[in-house]
């Protein structure tokens, strides 16, 4: 969710709030991050908003976005956090979260990953194997704890998204087969540290209808059902994040329409809430501010080579994921079909493919509905720098992650003695 006026012309100028991105290259280089806080906030807000009638917790998907400022900005907000690794947890605490919010996804928690969070007392683990459950009620065992404990289970609903990114179909890796977690549950039940307090279940990401949603949240109502049938009182059922954000003309439902699909989907029981959004509220409140190198022309297309790539950026690459690109300066010219490049040295470098602009060496473009996925993804290849990072509060800019230097990113590496 964006706010109407999160980026606005102004002087010809693309702005971000009240600030020029101009300005922003200027201050900060480029390629540079760059959020909008009153964005963060509003889309926030308004997820939080649709559900003030109930008993909830909204958890930020942390692998969105990890920047500490943004952590910190929602944990102020009251929001809770949903990580997926001992990082995760470690940043959390380190933004000043409240590890009593915390549930902890994943596949493959580690036994240090386990201890971190039982020491730290988070809310709720989100079990996903019988295996793991075995592991985490021994090491609470250990510990003289108790883990509070959900299942994620797998709903095999087709959340019509792209595939490397649904997670609710029966073949994928995640969480356990619908058919078999009434007997996981059970085990658990005789497991002297573990406590069952919920039903987990995240089906994917970008996702734009409702109907996936209702359809997995029916299922996990059944679950609960049959729990309870057999004695097992659930407190709380996860339905994960997921909701899409509109890249160019998606139309995802509204956070009101969602929230009020699931509320009514509960109908009177006594059950807390838990969400799981990262996308839908920080996607579309930041962009990839990025400097045009070099243009080249050639028989059959035309390169903006700019300076930001796919290790700032995977998504073009890795989903062909489509972004649009804005100039921040536009030119009262003709415009050229350009594909928009990277200086890495594969052929899947590109930040956008077709995008008719007149551009000139020099000049400023912004990538958009970077905020997620975007700078948590970005990596050192081709020894890059990682972007620096910058929020917007009104007139003000904070830096809020400063540029790697090259010298950061061999630091840790060390030659054969002798060599
Ligand atoms: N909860 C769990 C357990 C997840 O695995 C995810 C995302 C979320 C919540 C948050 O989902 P969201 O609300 O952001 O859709 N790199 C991909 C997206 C991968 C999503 C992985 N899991 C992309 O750039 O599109």
Redesign the pocket.
Same mark, same amino acid.
């Given at each position: 969710m964006t706010t109407a006026n999160t980026f606005t012309f102004k002087n010809n100028t693309l702005h971000i709030e009240n600030v020029a991105l101009d300005k922003v290259a200027e201050a900060f280089d480029t390629p540079c991050y760059v959020y909008s806080k009153s964005a963060l906030t509003d889309a926030f807000e308004a997820f939080n908003a649709g559900f003030a009638n109930s008993q909830h917790l909204v958890c930020f +998907?942390v692998?969105?976005n990890p920047s500490l400022a943004i952590l910190n900005l929602f944990a102020r907000l009251g929001a809770g956090f949903?990580i997926?690794s001992g990082g995760e947890l470690a940043r959390v605490i380190a933004a000043g979260g409240d590890p009593a919010k915390v549930v902890f996804?994943g596949v493959g928690k580690t036994a240090d990953e386990m201890r971190a969070a039982l020491e730290a007392g988070i809310f709720c683990f989100?079990v996903e194997s019988a295996s793991e459950l075995v592991r985490l009620n021994d090491i609470a065992g250990y510990m003289g704890k108790i883990a509070p404990v959900s299942l994620r289970v797998n709903p095999n609903v087709d959340a019509k998204t792209h595939p490397y990114?649904s997670?609710g179909l029966k073949n994928n890796k995640f969480g356990v087969a619908y058919e078999d977690a009434l007997d996981i549950y059970l085990q658990a039940a005789t497991m002297p540290n573990i406590s069952i307090h919920g039903v987990d279940c995240?089906i994917g990401?970008?996702i734009t209808e409702l109907s996936p949603f209702l359809d997995a949240f029916d299922r996990v109502l059944a679950l609960v059902d049959k729990l309870d049938e057999v004695g097992i009182d659930i407190q709380h059922i996860d339905l /994960? /994040? /997921?909701?899409g954000i509109c890249y160019s003309d998606e139309t995802p439902p509204d956070f009101f329409a969602y929230a009020s699909a699931m509320q009514e989907k509960l109908g009177t029981r006594k059950i807390k809430l838990v969400f799981?959004?990262? *996308? +839908?509220l920080v996607g579309n409140a930041g962009i990839l501010l990025t400097k045009v190198e070099y243009l080249k022309h050639t028989e059959s297309k035309n390169f903006a080579i700019v300076d930001a790539a796919m290790n700032d950026l995977m *998504?073009p690459a890795l !989903?062909d +994921?489509y972004h649009a690109i804005e100039a921040v300066k536009p030119r009262d010219e003709a415009t050229r079909n350009y594909e928009i490049v990277g200086p890495v040295c594969e052929s899947g470098d590109f930040l956008g493919h077709d995008r008719d602009l007149a551009l000139a060496e020099g000049d400023l473009l912004a990538v958009m509905s970077a905020g +997620? !996925?975007g700078m948590s993804?970005a990596s050192n290849y081709n020894t890059r720098p990682r972007a620096a990072e910058v929020m917007v509060d009104g007139e003000q800019c904070h830096l809020i992650r400063k540029r790697e230097i090259v010298a950061d990113l061999f630091a840790g590496e060390s030659v054969l003695p002798g060599a």
């Amino acid at each position: 969710m964006t706010t109407a006026n999160t980026f606005t012309f102004k002087n010809n100028t693309l702005h971000i709030e009240n600030v020029a991105l101009d300005k922003v290259a200027e201050a900060f280089d480029t390629p540079c991050y760059v959020y909008s806080k009153s964005a963060l906030t509003d889309a926030f807000e308004a997820f939080n908003a649709g559900f003030a009638n109930s008993q909830h917790l909204v958890c930020f +998907a942390v692998k969105s976005n990890p920047s500490l400022a943004i952590l910190n900005l929602f944990a102020r907000l009251g929001a809770g956090f949903d990580i997926v690794s001992g990082g995760e947890l470690a940043r959390v605490i380190a933004a000043g979260g409240d590890p009593a919010k915390v549930v902890f996804s994943g596949v493959g928690k580690t036994a240090d990953e386990m201890r971190a969070a039982l020491e730290a007392g988070i809310f709720c683990f989100n079990v996903e194997s019988a295996s793991e459950l075995v592991r985490l009620n021994d090491i609470a065992g250990y510990m003289g704890k108790i883990a509070p404990v959900s299942l994620r289970v797998n709903p095999n609903v087709d959340a019509k998204t792209h595939p490397y990114i649904s997670t609710g179909l029966k073949n994928n890796k995640f969480g356990v087969a619908y058919e078999d977690a009434l007997d996981i549950y059970l085990q658990a039940a005789t497991m002297p540290n573990i406590s069952i307090h919920g039903v987990d279940c995240h089906i994917g990401s970008q996702i734009t209808e409702l109907s996936p949603f209702l359809d997995a949240f029916d299922r996990v109502l059944a679950l609960v059902d049959k729990l309870d049938e057999v004695g097992i009182d659930i407190q709380h059922i996860d339905l /994960g /994040g /997921g909701i899409g954000i509109c890249y160019s003309d998606e139309t995802p439902p509204d956070f009101f329409a969602y929230a009020s699909a699931m509320q009514e989907k509960l109908g009177t029981r006594k059950i807390k809430l838990v969400f799981e959004p990262g *996308r +839908a509220l920080v996607g579309n409140a930041g962009i990839l501010l990025t400097k045009v190198e070099y243009l080249k022309h050639t028989e059959s297309k035309n390169f903006a080579i700019v300076d930001a790539a796919m290790n700032d950026l995977m *998504r073009p690459a890795l !989903y062909d +994921a489509y972004h649009a690109i804005e100039a921040v300066k536009p030119r009262d010219e003709a415009t050229r079909n350009y594909e928009i490049v990277g200086p890495v040295c594969e052929s899947g470098d590109f930040l956008g493919h077709d995008r008719d602009l007149a551009l000139a060496e020099g000049d400023l473009l912004a990538v958009m509905s970077a905020g +997620a !996925y975007g700078m948590s993804m970005a990596s050192n290849y081709n020894t890059r720098p990682r972007a620096a990072e910058v929020m917007v509060d009104g007139e003000q800019c904070h830096l809020i992650r400063k540029r790697e230097i090259v010298a950061d990113l061999f630091a840790g590496e060390s030659v054969l003695p002798g060599a």
